[in-house]
């Protein structure tokens, strides 16, 4: 159960995870991460949907060193609106080792999607989420998605599974590579031919420069760990487009209100939904190294 304090800022994270039975492999990438605050630094949104307690990047850098990770990908959380200063400032605080994702305004200037990269920004986030954002203009956001090109940068999608078929003509008309947070969203206890997954596979199909996340249990299987319905859902899905996809933890799992996630079993759901070396090596080394850190490669 989450914890509210005397401001009414809510904790939705554990503070004492697991240590996981799984070990990562060396240089292992959490590419689905977001840093809250600190609020006194960093103050929230006017229009946040939710008000967090402060996760920053000293708590982030404790949980990747217990969870056995190397580096991290921090996507801007609704909370902090377009401002991304939380999480250019936990980039700029990690030593080269965390890369982020902004939300901008979409009349951003060229000199400030500089300084963005500048900041280790390597990609913009579109939210389509109702409970999180009050407006999401497909036709500014591909304008956006136009003007982030000649970065190198790729967008990354946030929707539900209900809304992907109206979806579809927005993604097709991206010209850079797109992520989709969390695959979407699928009813996970359809089974991996169900509707949702069916679907979205017909869309990773579409174009081969879409990827997913392969996130959440905690927000797609209500059955809690080991996650079964998850497992079942999204092995298949890693085993058949195993260079697409991503892996992050979530931490600090935003408006996860009624069970916390404990980080140590999500972590060990990784070995049950990439069942090889290779395949870890994959979804937790080479494909964020890709998209994140190219030159390394
Ligand atoms: O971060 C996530 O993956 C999920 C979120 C929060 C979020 O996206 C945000 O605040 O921007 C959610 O489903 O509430």
Known sequence: MSTTDADGRIRSWTLEPSKPRFTPPPGAVDAHCHVFGPQAQFPFSPKAKYLPQDAGPDALFALRERLGFARNVIVQASC???????????IAVSNGTCRGVAVVDPPISDVELDELHAGGIRGVRFNFLKRLVDDAPKDKFLEVAQRIARLGWHVVVYFEADILEEMKPFLAAIPVPIVIDHMGRPDVRQGPDGADM???????????????????????????????????????????????????????????????????????????????????????VANPMRLYWPEEG
């Open 198 to 284: 069916t679907a979205f596979r017909a869309l990773l199909d579409s174009r081969a420069d879409i990827w997913t996340k392969v996130t959440c249990p905690d927000r797609l299987d209500p059955a809690g760990p080991p996650y079964a319905d998850f497992v079942a859902a999204v092995r298949p899905l890693v085993e058949s487009y195993p260079d697409r996809v991503l892996w992050g933890t979530d931490w600090p799992h935003p408006n996860m209100e009624t069970v916390l996630p404990d980080d140590g079993a999500l972590v060990d759901v990784i070995p049950a939904i990439a069942v090889t070396a290779e395949l870890q090596h994959k979804l937790l």
């Open 80 to 90: 902090h609106g377009t401002d991304n200063a939380a999480t250019l400032n936990a």
